[in-house]
């Protein structure tokens, strides 16, 4: 198996895509008051009894060529929300804008165009293939679906699995049972890239494999982004791989974003509580920097009772009264590329919030309400 | 390591006692050595750390301490022996007895290890009243001391909880109440926070290392994470293809890796690599186990390997400190400048 795609796949491609339309400021993707509650049904006459706020009013732009990193814990929507933005599930209300088309409106992109654009590559690397088909003709499926001749879609197929660093003539008619686990993945991305997309969702598409594989993925994910001219958003819970791999980072907490901004931004001077205890978890591979009190307590709260207010505040060290009654938002008007934001009433210096304007690096833990004091 | 680890507690008796293990699967089409010769002691109150990848056989030398393979295709030869039980030696009937009281486990799937039928505090008091054969009044007593043990938040109320109705902290936490019941000497834990998230991980461990100090139990803990090792390990061993290629102390093998597979795994772990550049990935995947290559199994992914690496497989050379690998090539002090290129 060669390991890498050769140089010569990867000469320098022009800059700009032959499918742009809106030029380069125009965002790839612009997210507005995306919504999706999932109803809950139960009792007698089986009516709706709740709702699970998965992804609650989420706004957020991708830009041209960046890789924007969305991080949560499990349960917070990044899931769900991938999948709303491939339409792969309904949304209950918001607008997308794919390179200034809004889509699925009249006069806007239809589906079918959207999926050529965005395409998205699964956590589960075996599942997301058809066990029934030789990898090559899954790879060629989306083109001939799209139109393309069934000898066309297959040379287009051994051609990507070259690219993804998979020897055709080993691997084509291979079968997925027949691969390891990286080398499915391998598939799985040449799959995604078989409609010449300008955007891919990574959901989790590097966690399920080896440290060293791994590593040889996301090399090759880098390859792939120069060689094409790629967008991608990758959600990871990995915080380590994020921050190697984002340009921009958008913080999740209960489907809502609380936190984005670009990576270093984010990482060395977070703005909010979260993303502050979030980054405080991960592990070193050091033995000398042990974590001896957990910087966050408990589990997230159910999403189907959110916390009102913010819903971070009862699990922030730093919550007050004024955090329970209104709600932090992100600020409004439009995102610049190095806007650095948080839903936090201290970072607002008129929310009333006694540390309000101060940065999250000032405020000492023994100025910190006392309930938090004893941990664990 | 061949034998107790030189210079190191000679005087105590080390609880765990390993001694050229082997384990065979057995099945129509072939045998896939997953265990080949592995030797380690452990030490009462010590946490060891098994280091790989999957397929080394970190999970099956776990599992062959409780002999938990399926009798009809397993094979297993050499010497284990925990405390007083000479594990191999045991009758069906014994060995269920020191499991769970002796020796538990904690594994990676809390949902599929708890019964979904029974509550919490019934799991627990089940396993406290099997082994130490007292009425139910005082397992469910002992049942709530263990989910406070373990910090679950309002134990009364999630003593009645049935595991999916927790989260999976909680049911890890539950699980971990299960394991420590009847206080076992020996802790033998599967991967146990890879599912959860780093934020409940952190406090998984935390609780795993007080309970482990309060109790001096000793603790086999089974990873692939470095940073989860090094969070919680005092001796670190990494398991390739079925052999331990390095082990010792966690500061020596972490802070000063030798063995290339070692050095390599630290530099494939992304951890603050530099933005655009190319994490320095071990190449290839790890062998079959059902056609080993005759010398080091890490030859072939190895940059430093050569004729000798193919030939034979390296016998292990012990460092002060007890800092053990097996590699031709680490013999030597490694320069730092070389290090980096290994990988």
């Known amino acids: ?376 | 390591m061949t034998n107790a680890m030189p210079g190191t507690q000679s005087a105590v008796r080390p609880l765990v006692e390993v001694k050229d293990l082997t384990v065979d699967f057995v099945s129509r089409d072939a045998t896939v050595r997953a265990v080949n010769g592995v030797s380690f002691d452990v030490m009462p109150g010590e946490v060891l750390c098994i280091i790989g990848e999957s397929g080394s056989g970190k999970s099956v030398t776990l599992r062959s301490l409780m002999r938990l393979h399926p009798k009809a295709r397993t094979v297993i030869a050499g010497h284990m022996r925990v405390g007083d039980y000479d594990i191999l030696s045991l009758s069906e009937k014994e060995m269920n007895a020191v499991r769970g009281a002796a020796i538990s486990m904690v594994f990676q799937e809390p949902m599929t290890a708890l019964d979904p039928v029974y509550t919490i505090g019934e799991q627990i008091a089940e396993t406290v009243m099997r082994h130490e054969r007292c009425s139910r009044e005082t397992a469910d007593k002992r049942a709530l001391e263990l989910l406070q043990m373990v910090k679950v938040p309002s134990p009364e109320r999630r003593l009645k909880a049935y595991p999916h109705e927790l989260s999976g902290g909680l049911r890890q936490r539950a699980m971990m109440a299960v394991a420590l019941s009847c206080r076992p000497t020996l802790l033998l834990a599967d991967e146990p926070t890879t599912a959860l998230d780093a934020t409940v991980q952190i406090q998984v461990l935390i609780v795993l290392r007080r309970l482990q100090e309060d109790f001096g139990m000793g603790v086999i803990f089974v990873t692939h994470d470095l940073g989860v090792a090094a969070q919680i390990a005092d001796k670190v061993a990494v398991m390739y293809a079925g052999r331990i290629v390095e082990y010792g102390t966690v500061r020596d093998v972490l802070l000063n890796p030798k063995h290339p597979y070692t050095l390599g795994l630290m530099a494939s772990t992304v951890n603050g690599q530099k933005k655009g550049e190319d994490i320095d990935a071990i190449p290839g995947s790890p062998p079959d186990l059902r056609a080993l290559p005759p010398g080091c199994s890490f030859a072939p992914r190895c940059r430093l390997a050569d004729a000798a690496c193919e030939a034979d497989f390296p016998a292990p050379v012990i460092r002060a400190g007890g800092h053990m690998t097996r590699c031709f090539k680490a013999n030597g002090e490694i320069r730092p400048m070389e290090a980096a290129g290994i990988a």
């Not at chain 1, 990507?160 to 390891?180: I, N, Q, T, W």
């Open chain 1, 1 to 376: 198996m060669s390991l890498q795609p050769s140089e010569r796949h990867l000469q320098a491609v022009k800059p700009g895509h032959p499918h742009d339309r809106g030029g380069k400021a125009q965002p790839m993707l612009i997210v507005e008051n995306l919504k999706k509650y999932f109803p809950i049904h139960g009792g007698l006459l089986n009516r709706k009894v709740a709702e699970v706020k998965a992804v609650d009013d989420v706004s957020f732009s991708v830009l041209k060529g960046e890789t924007l990193g969305i991080v949560g814990e499990s349960g917070c929507g990044k899931s769900t929300l991938a999948r709303l933005l491939m339409h792969l599930l309904p949304r209950d209300k918001g607008t997308l804008i794919f390179d200034g088309d809004p889509v699925d409106e009249p006069r806007g992109m239809s589906l079918r165009d959207l999926r050529r654009n965005l395409q998205m590559v699964f956590q589960d690397s075996y599942s997301s293939l058809n066990p029934r088909l030789p990898i090559e003709d899954s790879i060629a499926y989306g083109p001939s679906v799209h139109g393309m001749s069934r000898a066309k879609a297959r040379a287009k197929a051994r051609e990507l699995l070259e690219k993804v660093g998979l020897r055709p003539d080993l691997f084509a008619g291979r079968y997925p049972h027949e691969l390891s686990g990286g080398q499915k993945q391998r598939v799985n991305i040449a799959r995604a890239l078989a409609l010449d997309p300008r955007m891919l969702i990574l959901d989790e598409a590097v966690s399920a494999l080896d440290k060293s594989v791994e590593a040889q993925v996301l090399n090759l994910l880098g390859y792939l982004k120069r060689h094409f001219n790629l967008t991608y958003m990758f959600i990871s819970h990995d915080l380590h791989v994020v921050r190697y791999i984002s340009d921009r980072v958008l913080v999740m907490y209960l489907g809502q974003v609380v936190e984005i901004g670009p990576v270093e931004d984010i990482y060395t001077q977070p703005k909010h509580p979260y993303t502050m205890a979030l980054l405080a978890s991960r592990l070193e591979i050091d033995p000398d920097q042990r974590i001896d009190t957990p910087p966050i307590v408990g589990d997230p709260p159910n999403p189907i009772n959110p916390p009102s207010g913010c819903r971070f505040r009862t699990r922030c060290p730093l919550a007050e009264p004024i955090c329970a009654e209104r709600t932090p938002t992100l600020g409004t008007g439009a995102f610049a590329a190095s806007d650095h934001r948080a839903a936090c009433h201290v970072t607002n210096p008129v929310a009333g919030h006694s540390f309000a304007g101060r940065s999250l690096q000032s405020i000492a833990p023994s100025e910190m309400p006392a309930r938090f004091a004893e941990s664990a």
